[in-house]
């Protein structure tokens, strides 16, 4: 891998830990809950982000496959969220 990749990478990761720390303190205090369930699914989407940038500077299928699982997982914990907020339940 370059030095300027490798850079790159490190960067790439230190600004996704500071987005996630901001959509932390939204979600701690968010001025409602549609954006507290925006902020989590800002979380998730940044943590699946941060997992492909890792899989690029492993090399490994396996980070991949997890990245995947989180969206698919995230995806439904916000559609299920949404739809609580919404109409006060989510099984109907």
Do not use: C, W
């Not at 979380?43 to 941060?50: A, E, P, R, S, T």
């Amino acid at each position: 891998m370059s030095p300027l990749l490798a850079l790159a990478i490190d960067a790439t990761l230190v600004l996704f830990v500071l987005a996630m720390a901001l959509a932390l303190l939204r979600v701690a205090h968010g001025p409602s809950a549609q954006d507290r369930v925006l902020a989590l699914d800002f979380l998730y989407v940044v943590g699946m982000l941060m997992l492909l940038v890792l899989a690029i500077r492993d090399n490994s299928p396996m980070y991949f496959e997890a990245a995947f699982l989180m969206v698919l997982f995230g995806f439904v914990g916000s559609m299920a969220l949404a739809k609580f907020l919404l109409r006060g339940e989510v099984i109907e």
